[in-house]
């Protein structure tokens, strides 16, 4: 599966599209605000630059795309409002993939700058926003470009399947039953992609420019206590309940196995030491429950989460398994989800991270 | 009519499509290759910046998309090769109105860098390219950011049908039978939006940076001895042709103008001079064959400059009249076309110029 095709979040705004289904993002953007307002205030205490380049890193398209954009240009604005500087310009820079719907971002550009200058008025700068494709473990902008990169809830998501997992039977992830080397292969594309990531940012960003990210984490460093890994467990069991209805083939089930890794703090920190192109300056993890969990609505519940899953995974097992599947997989999925419902199955960890360019 | 929802070539890769009808724009390309090839040497000939940044604005979305940024590349490639210089970075910012098809666009871009990779292998720096939508009507870009803008077939199509033109009856665009003040309404409303354009380029390119801008043209300074107005006058003529079938409302036709305009060359650089902030280094006239024109071959001339007007019209069009007369519409235009075929109606002037920020 070549991931740079297979992997995107559904596009449009119809019913299983990830516009529609991107409460939990929306959720950890605002968990993580704080960071974001902190680091901004801590780097232009001295002096803000005439255009202020920011960089978001797997936007997707939805209505979270534009806002970590507008917290970033209140907090600018406010700044200069209260020490009476001018506002600079901004420039930013939205990247995903080159399969992302970028044409649905930029059809909502003409209302998102009426919205700015209604409430701002003439008083800030010019906002200049542009769509770069491309994948963000390799080189997306010119040297010494940005002042600030961002990226919430895409890190998670690796370059590739991790080779070496082909002994991954019945699992589609990291499983309780996986074989030891699975995990192994999995932390091991997560260090050469992180590290490629990091390195590439660090010929971005300007010297004292900053870097914040937020990814799905896991609380432990033992893989196999973490209870996030139940989704998955649910969905590879979703897609074996298909086998003897003909629908699925057990072969393809063993070989699908996904691009995707939930890190410790442990690792995250290891791996950023390890490149040294950043100081970090905060790591944090926090927990938080998934918005669309209610415990007293089990089956809404279910269907919200399943959704949710759906609008960032379809793609991925349409390409692999066929699109005629997909419907009726997350209607399992959702039975099972809402039959196996409990508390802890509704909390996501996530870590997020303020780094500095030395 | 809201020109930025309206304006915007067929997108996809369809029968209809812009990108399988643009071979008139292809040539103009072709044909103009030789000042944006001698602007590049020129100015690059003292010092080659670390990264070389240009933006192409009204890129569309097809096969042309990408063919001027070849054509810089490979001109930059080839002076480095010969003076032994390292290649610089390349940062190019592709624009259209945000209705273009940039997903299409952005689809391409992997095989494209795979290309340039196998072509021109390490020695060519790195190529970040980014879409930004908007009106060039406006600011689309930082302060002092470009060495070179390019644009092609665009700067024709204005940011609104001129005001004062209620009274073109039966006309969809300047015509023989116009009232005189309807040109001067057209005349007018390009001076204010090529003065905007080059306002607004003057920010954003950078002190002795160039501008290439080719666009459609008239000849003579007085629009009525000009024989491409022919195409308009037929494509009025096929929508008249559908009033009495009761498709189309009179008042419609009536109420229906172009936000397009050709001028002449006099007019172009009095507008540059007013403005004040490009010198003018080259102003120049070029006439072409449509390369669908072929008079040993009416009907299928015809019917693919027919298509090739639909791809660049059929959004207005389908705005202002409804979707279900478009293939009608075509059908009756290529059959006036074919039947009024001379030499004549397959010439294009057009107008290039480059010039230089003061």
Same mark, same amino acid.
């Given at each position: 599966?070549?991931?740079?095709?297979?992997?995107?979040?559904?596009?449009?705004?119809?019913?299983?599209?990830?516009? =529609?289904?991107?409460?939990?993002?929306?959720?950890?953007?605002?968990?993580?605000?704080?960071?974001?307002?902190?680091?901004?205030?801590? %780097?232009?205490?001295?002096?803000?630059?005439?255009?202020f380049?920011?960089?978001?890193l797997?936007?997707?398209?939805?209505?979270?795309?534009?806002l970590?954009?507008?917290?970033?240009? #209140?907090t600018?604005?406010?700044?200069?409002?209260?020490?009476?500087?001018?506002?600079p310009?901004?420039?930013?820079?939205?990247?995903?993939?080159?399969? =992302?719907? $970028?044409?649905?971002?930029?059809?909502? &550009?003409?209302?998102?700058?009426?919205?700015?200058?209604?409430d701002?008025?003439?008083k800030?700068?010019?906002?200049?926003?542009?769509?770069?494709?491309?994948?963000?473990?390799?080189?997306?902008?010119p040297?010494?470009?940005?002042?600030l990169v961002?990226?919430?809830?895409s890190?998670?998501?690796?370059?590739?399947?991790?080779?070496?997992?082909? !002994?991954?039977?019945?699992?589609?992830?990291?499983?309780?039953?996986?074989p030891?080397?699975? $995990?192994?292969?999995?932390? #091991?594309? $997560?260090?050469?992609?992180?590290?490629?990531?990091l390195?590439?940012?660090?010929?971005?960003?300007?010297p004292?420019?900053?870097?914040?990210?937020?990814f799905?984490?896991?609380?432990?460093?033992?893989?196999?206590?973490?209870?996030c890994?139940?989704?998955?467990?649910?969905?590879?069991?979703?897609?074996?309940?298909?086998?003897?209805?003909?629908?699925?083939?057990?072969? #393809?089930?063993d070989?699908f196995?996904l691009?995707?890794y939930?890190p410790?703090?442990?690792?995250?920190?290891?791996?950023?030491?390890?490149?040294?192109?950043f100081?970090v300056?905060? &790591?944090?993890?926090?927990? $938080? !429950?998934?918005?669309?969990? #209610?415990?007293?609505?089990?089956?809404?519940?279910?269907?919200? %989460?399943?959704?949710?899953?759906?609008?960032?995974?379809?793609?991925? &097992?349409?390409?692999?398994?066929?699109e005629?599947?997909?419907?009726n997989?997350?209607?399992?999925?959702?039975k099972?989800?809402?039959?196996?419902?409990c508390?802890?199955?509704?909390?996501?960890?996530?870590?997020?991270?303020?780094?500095?360019?030395?």
């Amino acid at each position: 599966m070549a991931v740079e095709n297979a992997l995107c979040m559904n596009g449009g705004d119809g019913e299983s599209s990830y516009a =529609n289904n991107s409460l939990l993002q929306k959720k950890v953007i605002l968990e993580s605000r704080s960071f974001l307002v902190d680091t901004i205030k801590d %780097m232009l205490k001295i002096r803000i630059p005439t255009c202020f380049k920011v960089a978001d890193l797997g936007c997707s398209s939805g209505p979270n795309t534009l806002l970590v954009i507008s917290e970033i240009i #209140d907090t600018i604005h406010e700044m200069c409002q209260q020490t009476n500087t001018e506002s600079p310009e901004f420039l930013v820079l939205l990247n995903d993939l080159p399969e =992302n719907d $970028f044409n649905a971002i930029f059809k909502t &550009l003409p209302a998102f700058h009426e919205r700015l200058k209604k409430d701002k008025g003439d008083k800030l700068g010019p906002c200049f926003i542009s769509g770069t494709p491309g994948s963000f473990y390799g080189r997306l902008f010119p040297s010494q470009c940005l002042h600030l990169v961002h990226s919430s809830y895409s890190l998670h998501w690796l370059s590739q399947v991790p080779r070496g997992v082909v !002994n991954n039977k019945g699992n589609i992830y990291i499983a309780k039953s996986s074989p030891p080397n699975v $995990f192994k292969a999995y932390m #091991d594309q $997560f260090h050469t992609d992180f590290s490629m990531f990091l390195c590439s940012r660090s010929k971005e960003i300007l010297p004292g420019g900053r870097m914040i990210l937020t990814f799905i984490g896991r609380s432990n460093v033992d893989p196999n206590t973490n209870c996030c890994y139940d989704l998955w467990e649910l969905l590879a069991k979703s897609l074996l309940d298909m086998v003897p209805e003909g629908l699925v083939k057990e072969k #393809d089930v063993d070989s699908f196995n996904l691009p995707y890794y939930e890190p410790c703090m442990e690792e995250v920190k290891a791996i950023i030491e390890d490149e040294g192109s950043f100081n970090v300056d905060r &790591l944090q993890m926090f927990e $938080f !429950n998934d918005p669309n969990g #209610d415990i007293d609505n089990k089956y809404q519940s279910a269907q919200s %989460m399943a959704n949710g899953l759906r609008a960032v995974t379809e793609a991925m &097992l349409a390409s692999h398994f066929g699109e005629t599947i997909i419907d009726n997989l997350f209607a399992k999925f959702a039975k099972h989800m809402a039959e196996e419902f409990c508390q802890e199955m509704t909390r996501y960890i996530s870590i997020v991270t303020c780094m500095t360019k030395k």
